[in-house]
C-alpha cells in the first residue's frame, strides 16, 4: 500500500498509544513490581523502562525519529541509570542519514525488522469462523484471559491483575478476545482503537502458534469488531520474513512501513 506521512503519523501514533496503555496497566498492579517508568517524547515517540523485566519487550524506545536524536543521549542516561542497555527502533518512514549516523556512532546496528501492515476492515471469506470467539466481558473470561495472554503478574494475586486490567479497559477503545479449545482457553488478543486506526497486537497461546503465529479466527473477530467501530484502518505487525507476514498477505494485508530494532553492540 502507499500510505502518506500523516497516515503513517497516525498509525505510528497509535500504536504508541497502546504501548502506554500497556505500560499504565502494569504499573497499576500493586506497588509497581516490575519497576515500569516511560518518557513520552511525543504522541509518536515513547521510551518503555521496566527495572525488573529483562528484554527489549519493555525495555526499548519507540518512533525515534531525526527530529529527536537531542534525546539519545539523556535516555542513554536514564535506562544506564537503571542498569539497562536499551533497543532503539526506527520505521523506514522516518529514514534520515543523521539519526542512523548518530545510532551507529554510539555503536547500536540493525538487529532485526519487523512489517507494519495495514488494511482496510472488510471481512475475508472466512467470516463464519470468528463466532467461537469470545469477546472479554466478565471478570471469569478475564481470568482465562490472563492464563493464556502471559501477562508478567509479578506476584501479584488473581485479585490484583484483575483489578489492574479492569481498570485498564475502561479506557477508551480497549477490547479482549479470547479463544477456547476443547472448551479450554487457547488464544487471546487484543484490539486498540485511536483515532480511526485500530491495532491489532500478535495473539499469544499455544492456538496462536498455528500457522507461523496467525490465529485467523481472532484476527477475522478483530476485523469485525473494527468495521462495527467505524475503524478506517487495521494495522498489526509480522517479522519481515516470516510466515505470520506470508498469511497476513493472503489476508488482504499490506505493508506500510518497516520497523528496524537497533541493539548495542
Known amino acids: 500500500m502507499i500510505a502518506s506521512l500523516r497516515r503513517i503519523r497516525r498509525m505510528v501514533e497509535t500504536q ?17 513490581p516490575h519497576g515500569i517508568a516511560w518518557r513520552q517524547l511525543d504522541e509518536g515517540a515513547i521510551a518503555l523502562l521496566a527495572r525488573r523485566l529483562p528484554g ?25 541509570e537503571a542498569g539497562i542497555k536499551p ?13 542512523t549516523g548518530e545510532l551507529v556512532r554510539r555503536g547500536y546496528y540493525q538487529s532485526g525488522f519487523q512489517v507494519v501492515l495495514a488494511a482496510a476492515p472488510v471481512l475475508p471469506r472466512q467470516d463464519a469462523v470468528a463466532n467461537a470467539i469470545e469477546a472479554v466481558d466478565s471478570g471469569r473470561q478475564l481470568a482465562a484471559f490472563l492464563e493464556v495472554y ?8 488473581a485479585a490484583d491483575l484483575n483489578a489492574a486490567w479492569s481498570a485498564g479497559l475502561r479506557a477508551k477503545g480497549v477490547s479482549l478476545y479470547l ?3 476443547q472448551a479450554r ?22 492456538a496462536a502458534t498455528e500457522g507461523g503465529g496467525l490465529d485467523a479466527a481472532l484476527l477475522v473477530r478483530r476485523i469485525a469488531d473494527a468495521r462495527g467501530a ?5 494495522l498489526t505487525e509480522a ?21 528496524a530494532r537497533w541493539t548495542s553492540l
Not at 519487550?57 to 542513554?76: F, K
Not at 467505524?230 to 487495521?234: A, I, K, R, S
Request: charged fraction near 20%.
Open 16 to 32: 504508541t498509544a497502546y504501548r502506554l496503555w500497556q505500560l499504565e496497566t502494569l504499573a497499576r498492579l500493586g506497588a509497581n
Open 230 to 234: 467505524g475503524v478506517e484502518w487495521l
Open 150 to 157: 502471559g501477562w508478567p503478574g509479578g506476584g501479584a494475586s
Open 87 to 99: 533497543t532503539f527502533e526506527t520505521i523506514s518512514a522516518y529514514d534520515d542519514p543523521t539519526l
Open 179 to 181: 479463544r477456547r479449545s
Open 239 to 259: 517479522d519481515l520474513l516470516g510466515a505470520r507476514r506470508t498469511g497476513l498477505t493472503r489476508m488482504g494485508f499490506e505493508a506500510a512501513y518497516i520497523r
Open 56 to 80: 527489549p519487550t519493555h525495555n526499548r524506545v519507540i518512533g525515534l525519529r531525526a527530529d529527536l536524536v537531542a534525546q539519545i543521549e539523556p535516555l542513554l542516561a536514564w535506562y544506564a
Open 185 to 206: 482457553p487457547a488464544a487471546a488478543a487484543v484490539l486498540f482503537v485511536r483515532d480511526g486506526i485500530g491495532y491489532c497486537a500478535p495473539a499469544a497461546g499455544v
